[in-house]
């Protein structure tokens, strides 16, 4: 069964960072792409960052230079760098397949930045 399990969010001043990880059951990340999704209160999802199975990226205009998105093989999981966060990155964060199937939506990690 695949199943994300997401972590690292937290309260974060604005410049600073967080790490986000999320764990997928099996290889799914060496079969599919992957990507970081966020939705703010009040707006609509929106793609963060995406990894292929190749390792190319791809990441939201709003957060290229400030965040990374990276892949463990060994231990399944895809991991979201975030560097000189801003107010308008707070927000609940979930990482799934991309395209998304719904059925492994998970309760993503809430990131709030103050300040």
């Known amino acids: 069964q695949v199943q994300f399990v997401e972590s690292g969010g937290g309260l974060v001043q604005a410049g600073g960072s967080l790490r986000l990880s999320c764990a997928a059951s099996?290889?799914?990340?060496?079969?599919?792409?992957v990507a970081w999704y966020r939705r703010a209160t009040g707006k609509q999802r929106e793609l963060v960052a995406r990894?292929?199975?190749?390792?190319?990226?791809n990441y939201a205009d709003s957060v290229k230079g400030r965040f990374t998105i990276s892949r463990d093989g060994a231990k399944n999981t895809v991991s979201l760098q975030m560097n000189s966060l801003k107010l308008e990155d707070t927000a609940v964060y979930y990482c799934n397949v991309d395209p998304p199937a719904t059925v492994y939506w998970g309760q993503g990690t809430q990131v709030t930045v103050s300040s």
């Open positions: 099996g290889s799914i990340s060496k079969i599919y792409a």
């Open positions: 990894i292929t199975p190749g390792g190319s990226t």
